[in-house]
């Protein structure tokens, strides 16, 4: 069993706006993949409703090797509510055994699928 994990962050939170179009969070590649490998995906998210941000749905996303619809193979949806649950950790799990095989890339995206929030 091998291992990946993306460096983290250590000094300080990053904020970025999270818009209508697909942001890419993370990407993870993998070299030799065969037919028996299982690809065990784990993230963990935070987001925050800056003042006045309204009640913001986010979408993540998991797709192997580019960003087309026909490539993704997992979405969760996160509900953000201004000054209520105004910050939310999102952690989830999945598990690709239909992988291609050779190098196979991982990217991790997320959308916002309310407008005007």
Do not use: C, W
Not at 2 to 30: H, K, Y
Not at 96 to 115: F, M, P, Q, R
């Amino acid at each position: 069993m091998n291992q990946f994990v993306l460096p983290t962050n250590v000094s300080e939170s990053i904020m970025m706006d999270i818009g209508m179009d697909p942001l890419e969070l993370a990407r993870s590649s993998f070299e030799k993949i065969r037919p028996s490998d299982m690809i065990v995906i784990n993230a963990t998210v935070g987001a925050k409703v800056s003042d006045g941000g309204g009640n913001p749905d986010l979408l993540y996303k998991v797709y192997r090797n580019s960003i087309v619809a026909s490539n993704l193979i997992f979405s969760a949806k996160s509900e953000l509510d201004e000054g209520g649950n105004d910050f939310a950790i999102d952690s989830f799990t999945h598990v690709d055994t239909k992988h291609t095989l050779g190098k196979v890339s991982y990217i991790l995206t997320v959308e916002n699928i309310e407008a005007n929030t």
